[in-house]
Structure formats: structure tokens, C-alpha cells
């Protein structure tokens, strides 16, 4: 099977679940309060697929627009635009009929759901793989850092303590946050910690724009294995030699080389002519020599490299899960709404993905505790994003209820009709324009 097949298959997947939880929130809070449901969507469109059961008043469908769904409620103005039935008497089995507080509870019943399954999901990963982590003090070497992080001071062989308000212990997003909120930064340099005055403006942006990465750990190129017939065995490289340069370019470190070969493939994707007979610089028993390696048509050697850290695992028992899982689905979505600001920049626009974007950060390989961990994220990602106060959103409902609930004023059908329109075109235009920025990055 393709990986993009692969990759298509997890992204349809992951969606779906997620789609049907969130809608599932909306359903059963109108069901407990009496409000009757005529259709449960699964994405959007023209219905592909329907099925009504006998004596049910709900209908289910599945659209041809695989973004999204909706639950259609009576006596609501929603995705449906069903505004015929707006005109008729109210019904007592309508949403337009329930008590604000009702009509608020249906409304935050598929953020709450996306939450709840999110923090489940992480609960029972963590039960049956447990939590597995870098400690940063766990390394051989210390840290590998690029221009601009030694611009601010760091250096390599660098051990990350702490920053002036955290302590810095396993490697991950949360550490590069930290670091990007700090005021200063700790390391243990050769036995000594050394205190780091950090740059007043940074971002995460900043970071993840750089070509190699802003800390890394320290990772000699030294040879772990040789891939038998490869074209690293036939040009005779061996278990232990270290890499010194490939075509002249410094590579005495997994990043630096890796950062070597990627510029090749960029050099080649944009049609110039790139030799793929790369001359390669090591050292073996601390004598040089030179090789040409005859490497494939993505830059493969066949060679891999031992890491120079000890990962860690805390094991959970299925009640202490539970907990564990809370707490990871809160710190999760935590970083995510602190991330969140990036969007309103020009880097951060620029940025924005659609489905090409979410499909790359399922593995290229199945594997169930990737699938449940990216699965779980993106139901956090979708929890948040529905309850931004925007039209059409689950947000926008409420910002309106509220201001019914305060006021005592309750918007015209009218306006309510409006407003979702103009959020249902804010929304897909949001959609296109995602996407948009996932081809041009593809094709420019």
C-alpha cells in the first residue's frame, strides 16, 4: 500500500471518529432535553447515504463534502439553513422553545464531547504504551544548537536546566514554549551553569522557520550500521567510522548531515542538476579518507546512527490513567491555545494548512499509537476552533445565547439566518484558502 493511500486512509479515518463524537455531543444533550433531531450529518453536501430507522424521527446521512458534519435540531437556524420551519409555530419539541440554559448545554455539548474523548484517548495511550520521553539530562553529549539559538548565547554540548520560571526536563514542544516565554535560560556548560539572558522578542515562528532545528540533541555522525548492499557498504564505509563532510559541507553531526542532504533534494526539486556521486570525508581509527558513495535518488546512503540519549517510559495502571490522561489532554490543549496566537501574524497565515497539512503528520507507516495520538490532538484542535465566537460555529451560538441570557433580548430569526451565512462563507473561504497554501507549498 502507498503512503499516500497510507496517509489518506488515516487522515478519512481520524476525521470521521472525531466528527461523529462532536456531532454525537450536539445529539445527546438535545435528546436529554426533548428537542427533536431531523438529521445527523456526517460531512456536508448533497447526501451520498441515508438511512432512516422505523418509528425514528432522525435521519442519517453521510454527504459528499468530506469536511465536517452537523446535527440538524427543530426550531434552530443552523448548517441546514432550514428557515421554512422557523416560519411555522413554535413546537414544544423545538430548540427555539427551550430554556436559554438548555439551548446553551446542546451548544457546548460537541466542544465538551471533543474534550472528553480527547482526554480518553490520552488516558488509555498512556495506560497501554505509557508516557515515553526524552529526559534532557539523559543525553551523552549534551545539546546541538543552530545559528540563532547561538546568536543568544547557547552552545554546543549545552545541557538545558531550567528557565526562570520552569524546569526544563524532558525534550519536546513544552521546552521550546518555555523557552520562548523566558527571561533567562540555565544550561550546564562543562560542569558550571551559566545563566542566558534571552532576546525580549522571539517566537516559535521564528524557530520553526529555521532550516535546522533550534536545539537538538548532540548527536556525533558516527556510523551504528551498515544496510548490507547499500551504497554506503559498496563505497566500504563501516560500523564506527565517523563522517566528517559529504561534497565539502561539514557533517561531524546527525543534523549537519541530514541538513546536507536536504538542501540536495531541495536543489534537485527545483531542476537543477544535483551529482548523486557525493564525496564523502571519514575517519576511522582516527585516519582520514575519502570515499564516493553512489547514493540512491532520494540521497540514501543505508547507514544508521546510534542516538546518544536513554528515552524513558512511566508505566500507568488503568485508574491512574484516567488522571494522567486529564492532565495530558489539559497541557495539550494549554500549548495549542498559547500557539494559537501565531495565526494573527504573517508567518503564522501563511502557515495555515488544509488536509495535505494534516495528513503529514500521520506516520507514513500504520501505527495505532500514532494514529490515537495525532486522533487525539486533532480533537482537541477541533474543540478549541468550535468554540471561537465566529458565526456558524458552535462559538458564534453561544456568544448569542449569552447575550440573550444578559440581556434578555433574543436575536430575530432574521438576523440569526444572516449570520450563518455569512459564517458558513468565512468558513469555507478559510477552507480554500488552507488548501490553497498546502498546493502552493507543494508545487512552489
Not at 58 to 74: A, D, K, M, N
Not at 79 to 97: A, C, D, G, I
Not at 105 to 112: E, H, N
Not at 308 to 337: C, D, M, Q, R
Amino acid at each position: 500500500m502507498s503512503i499516500f493511500l497510507i496517509k489518506l486512509i488515516q487522515v478519512i479515518l481520524s476525521l470521521t471518529i472525531l466528527v461523529v463524537v462532536h456531532e454525537m455531543g450536539h445529539f445527546i444533550l438535545a435528546r436529554i432535553f426533548g428537542v427533536r433531531v431531523e438529521r445527523f450529518s456526517l460531512f456536508f453536501g448533497k447526501p451520498l447515504l441515508r438511512y432512516k430507522p422505523k418509528r425514528s424521527e432522525t435521519e442519517y446521512v453521510v454527504g459528499w463534502l468530506p469536511f465536517g458534519g452537523y446535527v440538524e435540531l427543530s426550531g434552530m437556524i443552523d448548517e441546514s439553513l432550514n428557515v421554512e420551519q422557523m416560519k411555522q409555530p413554535p413546537q414544544p419539541w423545538e430548540f427555539r422553545t427551550k430554556p436559554a440554559w438548555q439551548r446553551l448545554l446542546i451548544m457546548i455539548g460537541g466542544v465538551c464531547f471533543n474534550l472528553i474523548f480527547a482526554c480518553l484517548l490520552y488516558a488509555m495511550i498512556l495506560f497501554k504504551w505509557g508516557d515515553s520521553y526524552v529526559p534532557l539530562d539523559s543525553s551523552k553529549y549534551g545539546m546541538e544548537f543552530n545559528e540563532r539559538a547561538e546568536a543568544m548565547g547557547f552552545r554546543d554540548g549545552d545541557v538545558l536546566v531550567r528557565t526562570d520560571k520552569v524546569a526544563l526536563d524532558r525534550f519536546g514542544g513544552d521546552m521550546l514554549r518555555a523557552i520562548v516565554d523566558a527571561e533567562t535560560v540555565t544550561v550546564l556548560r562543562e560542569g558550571s551553569e551559566v545563566l542566558i539572558t534571552m532576546p525580549e522578542e522571539v517566537s516559535l515562528l521564528d524557530f520553526n522557520g529555521d532550516v535546522q532545528p533550534f536545539v537538538q540533541f548532540y548527536n556525533p555522525m558516527t556510523i551504528d550500521s551498515v544496510i548490507p548492499g547499500s551504497a554506503a557498504a559498496l563505497a566500504g564505509l563501516m560500523a564506527g567510522d565517523d563522517i566528517l563532510s559529504v561534497n565539502g559541507t561539514s557533517t561531524s553531526t546527525w543534523i549537519t548531515f541530514n541538513t546536507a542532504l536536504n538542501q540536495m533534494r531541495e536543489q534537485e526539486a527545483e531542476g537543477e542538476i544535483v551529482n548523486h556521486d557525493l564525496s564523502v570525508v571519514y575517519s576511522r581509527g582516527g585516519a582520514l579518507d575519502t570515499v564516493v558513495v553512489a547514493a540512491d535518488a532520494d540521497f540514501i546512503l543505508g547507514i544508521t546512527v546510534a542516538m546518544p540519549y536513554e528515552p524513558a517510559t512511566k508505566e500507568y495502571g488503568f485508574f491512574a490513567s484516567i488522571p494522567a490522561g486529564i492532565a495530558y489532554g489539559w497541557n495539550t490543549l494549554k500549548g495549542y491555545v498559547s500557539d494559537f496566537k501565531y495565526v494573527f501574524t504573517k508567518e503564522g497565515a501563511t502557515s495555515l494548512g488544509g488536509f495535505v497539512t494534516i495528513g503529514s503528520i500521520f506516520p507514513s507507516q500504520w501505527n495505532w499509537y500514532s494514529f490515537w495520538m495525532m486522533t487525539a490532538f486533532i480533537s482537541i484542535i477541533l474543540a478549541f476552533m468550535n468554540i471561537l465566537p465566529i458565526p456558524a460555529l458552535d462559538g458564534g451560538h453561544l456568544m448569542f445565547l449569552l447575550f440573550e441570557m444578559i440581556t434578555g433580548r433574543k436575536p430575530s430569526d432574521k438576523f440569526m439566518e444572516r449570520v450563518q451565512i455569512i459564517g458558513m462563507v468565512l468558513l469555507f473561504g478559510l477552507m480554500i484558502y488552507a488548501n490553497l497554501n498546502d498546493i502552493i507549498r507543494y508545487f512552489f
